[in-house]
């Protein structure tokens, strides 16, 4: 029944009306030209002339013979015309299926998830989320010892969890080997403060890039990047935003992010880069989830939201491990405290 309501939905559509222009036009035009146009005899002589079928249709003489040959042929196309109607039907209903089919069918099977960044704020979230949903995650941290301390509590009653030493500055044969065979990788790196004037650079830009190569190499099917609002601030006119100058005070790192974020779009895997506004461990912003395009949302006081609750971040970035409408798209991600919409929405931009 849905499936029925959905197709006549779309029957109804401009898309499915336009198609269905050319078979109507190929009936009428004809009998409009017809009656407007030159003299019968005219018409007659162009019947002579004329060898095929739709100009016989356009211009049959009224004597009785003639008259059954543009029944039997009117017939026909009518005939003709439903065939095509139940065709056309046929056929948009089969590619509602298929669409949907794509769309449910998960283009990529995630049972095994390599996080890096597993002891930061984020990435710890992420490693239990997806321990909870029964997902085996290998956890990339610079510091093992820490990890292992961090994210102790993670296995109890989830799916297991393995610590790997894994530094995204590392080159990219080393990082393959820590990401090892998994299915989808998870970017929740971000610089920490150091005296290496180069730090920003080396983990938001460098890094991220490394570890986008290295994720090929390992041949997963899915990598989510957690990113920032204003990234390409400069490009849409945000250059002054003052959010913007303030972030990118240090070290440059939207414009480090900008660059990793363009890396991982051109690389030819299927990604999801999550535009992260202020992030927060209040729960007050883990909820009313406002979910935005690339380049819409700029940190500002009139917008839906700014900050977002790093519980629903994590879980944003695990949806999109698993829904199709994720793939291959940016999306600007901030918390409003209003009721969530339904998960099967989150991509819907
Ligand atoms: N703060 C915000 O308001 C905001 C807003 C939007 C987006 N973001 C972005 O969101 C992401 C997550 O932020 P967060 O606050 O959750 O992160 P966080 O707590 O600062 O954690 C950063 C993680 O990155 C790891 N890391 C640093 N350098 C690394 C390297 N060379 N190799 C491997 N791992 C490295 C850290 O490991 P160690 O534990 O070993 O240091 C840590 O696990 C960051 O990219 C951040 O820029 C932040």
Redesign the pocket.
């Known amino acids: 029944m849905a499936m029925a309501s959905s197709t006549r939905a779309f029957m109804a559509t401009k898309t499915f009306q336009d198609a269905r222009v050319p078979l109507v036009e190929k009936r009428k035009s004809p009998r409009r030209r017809r009656v407007r146009g030159a003299s019968h005899r005219a018409t007659q002589d162009a019947s002579r002339r004329s060898t095929d079928v739709e100009a016989q249709v356009r211009v049959s003489p009224k004597d009785g013979a003639s008259w059954n040959r543009r029944t039997w042929m009117h017939a026909s196309l009518v005939a003709w015309c439903v065939g095509c109607h139940v065709w056309a039907t046929e056929s948009v209903a089969e590619e509602l299926t298929t669409k949907q089919m794509e769309e449910e069918t998960p283009t990529c099977q995630v049972k095994r998830v390599f996080v890096?960044?597993?002891?930061?704020?984020?990435?710890q979230r992420i490693v239990r989320q997806l321990q909870q949903r029964g997902i085996q995650v290998r956890a990339?941290?610079?510091?093992v010892k820490?990890a292992n301390q961090i994210l102790s509590n993670a296995t109890e009653g989830g799916a297991g969890v393995e610590v790997v030493q894994?530094?995204?500055?590392w080159d990219v044969e080393r990082l393959r080997q820590a990401i090892g065979e998994v299915d989808a990788v998870v970017c929740?790196?971000?610089?920490?403060p150091s005296p290496d004037i180069n730090g920003v650079f080396?983990?938001?830009n460098l890094?991220t890039k490394n570890l986008v190569d290295a994720s090929k190499a390992a041949g997963v099917c899915k990598f989510v990047l957690?990113?920032?609002?204003l990234t390409n601030a400069p490009a849409v006119g945000q250059k002054d935003n003052p959010n913007y100058k303030f972030l990118n005070y240090f070290g440059g790192?939207l414009d480090q992010?900008k660059q990793a974020e363009d890396c991982l779009r051109a690389s030819g895997l299927n990604y999801t880069i999550v535009?992260?506004?202020?992030?927060?461990n209040d729960p007050s912003y883990s909820s009313g989830l406002y979910v935005s395009p690339e380049d819409t949302l700029f940190g500002l006081e009139q917008e839906p939201g700014r900050e977002i609750c790093?519980d629903l971040l994590a879980s944003i970035c695990i949806e999109a491990l698993f829904q199709n409408k994720a793939t291959n798209k940016v999306v600007e991600v901030v918390a409003t405290g209003n009721a969530d919409p339904p998960k099967q929405k989150w991509f819907d931009v």
Do not use: H, M, P
């Not at 990339?140 to 510091?143: K, V």
């Not at 957690?226 to 609002?229: C, F, K, P, Y």
């Open positions: 890096a960044g597993s002891t930061g704020q984020s990435g990339g941290a610079r510091n820490k894994a530094d995204v500055t929740a790196t971000g610089f920490r080396k983990v938001e890094g957690i990113s920032s609002l790192v992010k535009r992260a506004g202020g992030l927060t790093r």
